[in-house]
Nanobody, 120 residues
Framework: QVQLVESGGGLLQAGGSLRLSCAVSGRTSSSYVMGWFRQAPGKEREFVASIRWTGGSTYYADSVKGRFTISRDNARNTVDLQMNSLKPEDTAVYLC?????????????WGQGTQVTVSS
């Protein structure tokens, strides 16, 4: 069992920056893949970024590439998402998730999410 708790969301103007954190507790494994997703009102959940628990192999959605950075913090046991040059279309609930490995067909555990609102 893995528990995920997101934090760091907020309201800010376009062009600003925000850092989200996902606190991870429970059983973990070096094979785990951590992901950030987002869901805007009336839209489907979409992939934002992922990283291996060991910190390598990062992937990004085209819409955030060059603006967002996903990272692992071993000391704090978190997965962070640094978001720069935010746009109104980045407004969404951001969720952290974990899947058992690169070969897992789906993400197995999810957090509750944190709201990010970007005004124009």
């Amino acid at each position: 069992q893995v528990q995920l708790v997101e934090s760091g969301g907020g309201l800010l103007q376009a062009g600003g920056s925000l850092r989200l954190s996902c606190a991870v507790s429970g059983r973990t494994s070096s094979s785990y893949v951590m992901g950030w997703f987002r869901q805007a009102p009336g839209k489907e959940r979409e992939f934002v970024a992922s990283i291996r628990w060991t910190g390598g192999s990062t992937y990004y959605a085209d819409s955030v590439k060059g603006r967002f950075t996903i990272s692992r913090d071993n000391a704090r046991n978190t997965v962070d998402l640094q978001m720069n040059s935010l746009k109104p279309e980045d407004t969404a609930v951001y969720l952290c998730a974990v899947r058992y490995s690169d070969y897992s067909p789906r993400y197995n555990y999810w957090g509750q999410g944190t709201q990010v609102t970007v005004s124009s």
